[in-house]
């Protein structure tokens, strides 16, 4: 709208002088210059007044958006409350003799495990008052009973055990979260929120939630405990993205955003 009347007041006001110089040379009646100035007018009022109601509509925009963002900012603190005094243990899989997985370029499976588990110990340190534990925060090889014990030792709420995946194929790739069998619903809604938020964040393929018998969601009873296998690095494709930088912040950020979900549900 704004841009049409503005070319219409262009072109009018370009015939109105037009006219002047035609009623010099010519002497065009009087009655029909008087028409294209009422015409100039009323298109200059049109404009105006549309150039109100943008205005007015922006500010409505502008105080709707900010509500919006209030609501959502009080919702996101109320969330992070729910984990106040909650303890969470952070488990990077595999580390210093024990490389885990090895991928098609070379890409060590503990290396990025670590690295995810890092930035996401940064995220809830940062951003809730739960308290948080790393089974190891350098290159170094933690056993899985020491790794499980630990977690028992501190009563912990929530125990991650970050990994990522491979196979002799090559070809097979995508996002797939454990817990043990026996395990309670809340964990497996706690695997669910976590295991959505990855998947939609780095669009790897959903391979689903399943029940396996690995030690450190067996030997962790009575905890809400999740064995994460992020992608594939024996698959080339999804290896080349696990070595980037952002990647990695999106894993950290999705389990995150994964766990505050789960505690505000």
């Not at 009323?42 to 900010?66: E, P, Q, T, W």
């Not at 706690?190 to 790897?204: E, S």
Request: contains cysteine; negative net charge.
């Amino acid at each position: 709208m704004f841009r049409f009347i503005s070319c219409l007041l262009i072109v009018l006001v370009f015939f109105v002088f037009s006219m002047g110089t035609y009623n010099q040379a010519y002497a065009l009646d009087k009655e029909i210059k008087e028409e294209v100035i009422k015409t100039v007018k009323i298109a200059a009022v049109m404009y105006l007044i549309s150039r109100a109601s943008d205005l007015f509509s922006d500010s409505a925009d502008d105080k709707i958006n900010g509500d919006v963002l209030q609501e959502d900012k009080q919702a996101v603190i109320s969330s992070n409350m729910n984990l106040d005094d909650k303890v969470i243990v952070i488990d990077p899989g595999h580390g210093g003799s024990d490389p885990g997985a090895i991928g098609v370029q070379g890409l060590k499976e503990k290396d990025i495990n670590l690295d995810i588990a890092l930035r996401l110990y940064e995220l809830l340190n940062n951003k809730t008052k739960a308290e948080i534990y790393l089974t190891r925060d350098s290159d170094k090889f933690v056993s899985l009973n020491e790794r499980s014990s630990f977690a028992r030792s501190i009563n912990a709420d929530i125990y991650l055990s970050i990994h990522n995946n491979a196979d002799d194929t090559g070809w097979q790739h995508g996002t797939e979260t454990y817990a043990y069998y026996t395990t309670a619903k809340e964990t497996w809604a706690l695997a669910w929120y976590i295991h959505k938020n990855i998947v939609d964040k780095l669009g790897f393929l959903d391979r689903g939630l399943k029940a396996d018998n690995f030690h450190v969601i067996r030997e962790t009873p009575g905890i809400n405990s999740i064995l994460l296998e992020i992608g594939f690095l024996s698959n080339k494709e999804e290896e080349a993205i696990l070595m980037k930088d952002i990647t990695r912040e999106q894993a950290a950020v999705a389990i995150y955003e994964g766990i505050v979900e789960y505690f505000a549900n």
